[in-house]
Structures are given as C-alpha cells and as structure tokens.
C-alpha cells in the first residue's frame, strides 16, 4: 500500500523557517517524480514544488510565488522528500501535501497534509 | 499558466441524479494532460480521473470523462450519497494548474 506521510507544520513568524519532510512508503521511492501541493481557502490547490529523479540530476521546479524561498530536496536513502521554506508570508498558510506524481502528468497519491500557519 | 474554470461551483443532485461538471482551459491542452480529483470532507484530495477518461483505481464505473482541447467534463451516472464531495480538475500541460473546484451536495 502506498503511503504518505507528512510532518514539520505548525505555527511560525512572518520571515520564519519551517521545514516539511515527507516519508514515503509501499513503492520504490527512487523512481518517481516527488512534488507539494498546498491548499488554502483563498487560493485553493496549488502546486509549490517537484523532485525530478537522480537520473534527472534531481532537477527542481517552484511555482512563481515561492521560488528563492522554498527548496524542495530528497533523500531516496530514505524514502522521503523535504521542503524547507524560508521568509514565510501570511500567504503561504495552508495544508501541505506530499504528493507522488506520474512524470509530467498527474498526483496519484496524497499523503494526509500537514498545516502551516504564518501569524505573528 | 493556464488557467482551468470549473462551473458550476456548487450544486445540488438527488440520488439517481445525472451530474456534469464542466472545465475550462485558458489554452488547448492535450487530453493526456487534463486530470480529476475527489476531496472529500476533512480528507485529502483523491485520483478520480487520469488523461481525461482512464478511472483511478478503485473508483466506480459511474464516474466518466470526455473532453478536448479546452472542454472538459465530468459525468456521474447516477448520484449516490458517498459522491457526496469537491471536485477538481487539474492539468500538467505546463506548470502544473487546478480548478477551483464544484462543491457537489446532496438534495
């Protein structure tokens, strides 16, 4: 069974750090493209971030509104992927899920989120 | 970025009831890029529909999708309670884009 599993959110400052990590089980994790999608009330599904394979050198991708912010990474000695998010916004609130995705195509599985709320 | 409208953006149907949802893209889009999610209440969004027809794993034989270029839809056969749900459509033509969802209810 494939299995998702998110920690790291909670509350931070505005301009804080907060790093996400994301565990992953039931399937062989080096072989597949590794994203987050977040969701707010006020925008809805986003996607945020996307972990190529090694034998892509592990190239990355960011949506717009995070990028030289967020840095998503992996470590498929582990099985898990992360999202370190620096200079955090009010905006950046939301749940944040690690997703598995089929190459350019779609999210196939959903871990179960984790919240991040940015609030002084 | 293209962007996906989704109507309606909410709606009621008895059971039995046939159900569309229609998507919008702002810009043609191969059907091997347009996808369907189902998030239900206090869950995290599931694969209902893949490359604009293929049923996830999993999910009932009442659920179909059709569509091309910028027009895309959903069909539930018939509505039965546990559909009960928002649903998104998505695409992963360029930087990867979602709907803002149709909040689907029971009448």
């Known amino acids: 069974e494939v299995k998702l599993e998110e920690s790291g959110g909670g509350l931070v400052q505005p301009g804080g750090s907060m790093k996400l990590s994301c565990v992953a089980s039931?399937?062989?994790?080096?072989?597949?493209?590794m994203n987050w999608v977040r969701q707010s009330p006020e925008k809805g599904l986003e996607w945020v971030a996307e972990i190529r394979l090694k034998s892509n050198n592990y190239a990355t991708h960011y949506a717009e509104s995070v990028k030289g912010r967020f840095t998503i990474s992996r470590d498929d000695s582990k099985s898990s992927v992360y999202l370190q998010m620096n200079n955090l916004r009010a905006e950046d609130t939301g749940i944040y899920y690690c997703?598995?995705?089929?190459?350019?195509?779609?999210?196939?599985?959903w871990g179960q989120g984790t919240t991040l709320t940015v609030s002084s | 970025e293209i962007v996906l409208t989704q109507s309606p953006t909410t709606m009621a149907a008895s059971p039995g009831e046939k159900i569309t949802i229609t998507c919008s893209a702002s810009s043609s889009i191969s059907s091997n890029y347009l996808h369907w999610y189902q998030q239900k209440p206090g869950f995290s969004p599931k694969l209902l529909i893949y490359?604009?027809?293929n049923l996830a794993s999993g999910v009932p034989a009442r659920f179909s999708g059709s569509g091309s270029g910028t027009s895309y839809s959903l069909t539930i056969g018939t509505m039965e309670a546990e559909d009960v749900a928002t649903y998104y459509c998505q695409q992963g033509s360029s930087i990867p884009t979602f709907g803002a969802g149709t909040k689907l209810e029971l009448k």
């Open positions: 997703t598995r995705k089929l190459g350019p195509y779609y999210f196939d599985y």
């Open positions: 490359r604009t027809s």
């Open positions: 039931g399937f062989t994790f080096s072989n597949y493209w």
